[in-house]
């Protein structure tokens, strides 16, 4: 497809276009006011109230890309954590990070996105809780309990969200505390020895003070098996390192949560003042990803046979375990193995470094919102928050009893925010809302990376400080009762600094001599890179409500990824900064709710303008060593897709609901030393990405409750992990069903359900660590199995 010929002003004519024809459609509809239409139904589309313009607004009134998804729709999807979300929306890729990056998550909206959990790089999807920026992806794998709603907004959110919301954000926003006293206890079982509780309560102290508390705790056992290979092949010359008739040494993707979180708010009635307390609390103990061998040769490592340099076994495919197997030889050892280099054989001796499978998060909060009404029209919000996560991960890439790639790392994360907001309107003309941002990080990464290959075994305990200010201001001009003009504008400021520290597991300096362990990474220690910049962002847009039923609009706007300094070099030239990545989208887009409200459909055609995409290069040429992962500026894109959102419910008690999304990535400038080509494509862009779902509420009569069967279906087509294209990094496309039965006592007080995820037991990655060039290894993170559960739910 020629993409000049795809341009912004032809986006919004396209839109408008769609969006007249459906109007004529309606030439019966009734014209009647919004809310006397939301007073007539009880059938059709739930009504949600999102913020994403800073004031509250009915979802089909906001002109913006958004999904939004109450707490109750989640629980009958079977959406449990963040990476879940990947099911609601369009053009949303989300998932656990390889092993390399530790209890992280990869989040990707219309293809933009971050897939590296180091704090020197920052996320290209802004995840809000409660209103408030978590500004790592380590320690994102949230839990979704007790959930008010789910805001998913796709696109450039410069203006509304700040830097690093580029590719749109994710909000999650917890039940308040109110007059109403209820909550709930659940208790579920299901596949390898799942065990979870939940519960929540909320309760008045006294007239205008409220207060909540929530828990949850999750357990399942691994499901993917570590095999001992000396044990399995008691004659391959490796010795066992387990007596198990099984053979399995231990497992991978077990899963270990327990968190709480107590609100507090205080809104007497009649008063101006509101002020909502929160503190939460989770501890993440679960096992490393299910992480699978899928090539190995590498002619430079083998195993070690005392007084025999030239013997032993070579790192080759004797080491995968079949293609659809849940299994590898991973041992979390170095072994012990000699490695060649430059002709040079060297020993690792036995022994040398052990970590284990696990990848851990705990993590901790304090959030204050004040909000105070000035006046009839004018308000004042302070966000004021306080976070902190630590884990530690450890990786054995290789999946191998060989040492090839292990390593261990510990993350330390700590956050404070502060935002400020003045909200007001002008009679009936203007509603704006200005504020000003301050974040302050301080992380810290340590651990021991041993590669024998190129002769590393260093650690490594690096500080990173991250600061960001900014300054915005949001207008709504209301020119009609039907037409709107939206202006936007963001100035941030940017600085970070991150300091190295490299020496020996002894504790000394490398000695820099050819050819001795960590001589390569000599002169390292003590370095310290520092990056600044600043950025203005803009959002200008129009909207018109046709009818009651019908709402269109178009929009540019922009956003970027803060840049910063490569925080892996292996050699003192590898100290180098990269820039930040920018977008600018115009969108069009309509909202509508037809035959009425039993159909809802909204719609969005968009058109990036993306310029200096950071990716990873995994070959440094400038350098003296071919070893490499550093960040660098690939160069400029264009991008436009389709997004399509539809609710259905053709007869009462049965719901359709579905989504479409396509993206469209060409490359239009690369730089060529980062070695990617023009018809190469960005990671994570698959260019097709659908859901569906139905289900039917099945009254049973006679006061016996509901029986409620939900089938979904969700489907991804293929896409590359890393920046250069090849088929060991492609990630298959993918089709997954659930199915869930769930009875509702006539009370509603009960509820049983039980079902089935990955129903029909799909064999599926979601990422590699590919790395063929310079180790001669891939693995991939294997998704989960089939897997069955029962809940139990009781509410009070």
């Known amino acids: 497809m020629k993409h000049a010929a795809f341009t912004p002003r032809g986006t919004a ?15 019966t509809a009734r014209a009647q006011d919004t809310s006397q239409a939301q007073e007539s139904h009880t ?26 998804t109450s707490g109750a729709e989640l629980e009958a999807k079977n959406i449990e954590s963040v990476t879940d979300l990947t099911a609601i929306a369009p053009n949303v890729n989300l998932s656990e990070a390889t092993g390399l990056n530790g209890s992280a998550v990869q989040a990707y909206i219309r293809g933009i996105g971050q897939n590296d959990s180091s704090f020197a790089l920052e996320p290209g999807v802004g995840i809000y809780i409660d209103d408030v920026y978590y500004g790592t992806t380590f320690g994102a794998i949230l839990d979704l309990n007790d959930l008010d709603r789910v805001e998913v907004l796709r696109g450039p959110q410069g203006t509304l969200s700040g830097k690093n919301s580029i590719g749109g954000s994710i909000k999650l926003f917890s039940r308040k505390p109110d007059e109403v006293s209820d909550g709930f206890v659940e208790a579920t079982t299901g596949s390898y020895g799942r065990i979870d509780l939940r519960g929540s309560a909320g309760f008045t102290i006294t007239d205008g003070l409220y207060a909540r508390i ?18 399995v092949f008691p004659d391959s010359g490796i010795a066992a390192q387990t007596t198990r008739k099984s053979c399995v040494s231990g497992t991978e993707g077990g899963i270990d949560v327990q968190g709480g979180r107590l609100a507090l708010r205080y809104a007497p009635s009649g008063s101006a003042l509101e002020v909502n307390l929160i503190a939460d609390y989770a501890k993440n103990d679960s096992e490393q990803v299910a992480t699978k061998l899928l090539y190995a040769n590498s002619t430079a490592v083998r195993s070690y046979v005392a007084d025999d340099p030239s013997g032993g076994i070579p790192f080759d495919s004797r080491f995968l375990t079949g293609k659809h197997a849940y299994s590898s030889y991973a041992n979390y050892a170095s072994g012990g193995n000699y490695t060649t280099v430059f002709g040079t054989n060297y020993q690792v001796a036995p022994g040398t470094y052990d970590t284990s499978p696990e990848s851990t998060a705990k993590s901790w909060g304090v959030a204050g919102t004040i909000d105070l009404a000035l006046a009839d029209n004018l308000a004042l919000k302070s966000i004021t928050a306080y976070r902190k996560a630590s884990g530690t991960t ?5 999946g191998s009893p060989l040492s090839v790639l292990v390593q261990e790392f510990d993350y330390d994360h700590a956050q404070f925010t502060q935002e400020l907001r003045l909200s007001g309107q002008v009679q009936d003309f203007l509603d704006f809302t200005v504020g000003g941002y301050y974040y302050d990080a301080d992380d810290n990464i340590a651990g021991r990376v041993l590669i024998p290959q190129p002769l590393f075994d260093f650690v490594e305990d690096d500080p990173v400080t991250n600061r960001s200010v900014s300054a915005f201001a949001h207008t709504e001009f209301h020119i009609t009762p039907d037409l709107n003009v939206i202006a936007g504008i963001r100035y941030t400021d940017d600085k970070k600094t991150y300091q190295f520290t490299r020496r020996n597991p002894d504790g000394t300096l490398p000695s820099g001599i050819p050819l001795t362990t960590n001589f390569l990474v000599a002169g390292l220690d003590g370095q310290v890179g520092t990056f600044k910049g600043t950025r203005t962002d803009y959002r200008l847009g129009i909207n018109y409500r046709f009818t009651p039923e019908l709402m269109v609009y178009a929009q540019v706007a922009t956003g970027y990824k803060g840049g910063g300094i490569n925080p892996r070099p292996y050699t003192p030239d590898q100290i180098v900064a990269f820039d930040p990545e920018t977008l600018t989208t115009w969108e069009g887009g309509f909202k509508s709710d037809l035959f009425d409200r039993r159909v809802r459909f909204n719609g969005t055609v968009f058109y990036n303008r993306y310029k200096n995409l950071q990716i990873n290069r995994y070959y440094c040429p400038e350098s003296v060593s071919t070893t490499c992962s550093q960040p660098a500026n690939a160069g400029d894109a264009d991008v436009w897709g389709l997004e399509g959102e539809l609710f259905a419910e053709p007869l009462d008690g049965l719901t359709i609901d579905g989504s479409l999304g ?12 980062t070695y990617v080509e023009k018809d190469m494509v960005a990671p994570f862009n698959p260019s097709w990405q659908t859901s569906a779902g139905i289900q039917y509420r099945a009254e049973l009569g006679g006061k016996r409750g509901t029986l409620t069967p939900r089938l979904d279906w969700t489907y991804q087509s293929s896409f590359y992990f890393n920046s250069i294209n090849n088929d060991y990094n492609k990630i298959a496309a993918r089709s997954l069903f659930n199915l869930r039965l769930t009875y509702l006592s006539d009370d509603e007080n009960w509820q049983l359900a039980g079902g089935v995820t990955n129903l029909f037991d799909r064999f599926y990655y979601t990422g590699v660590a590919e790395n063929v060039n310079n180790y001669g290894v891939n693995t991939g993170t294997v998704g989960r199995p089939r897997e069955w559960f029962v809940s139990l739910r009781r509410a009070f």
């Not at 589309?45 to 958004?66: K, M």
């Not at 396509?662 to 030393?673: E, G, I, K």
């Open 13 to 27: 004519c396209a839109v408008i276009a769609l969006a007249t024809g459906l109007t004529l459609g309606l030439g």
């Open 214 to 231: 929530s828990g949850v705790s999750k357990h399942t056992d691994g499901f993917f098996k570590l095999l001992d290979y000396g044990c």
């Open 43 to 68: 059938v059709g589309a739930q009504e949600i109230i999102v913020t994403a313009q800073f004031r509250e607004q009915r979802l089909q009134d906001t002109p913006i890309a958004i999904t939004a």
């Open 394 to 398: 450890g990786i054995d890439l290789d």
């Open 662 to 673: 396509y993206l469209n990535f060409q490359y239009t400038r690369v730089d060529p030393t």
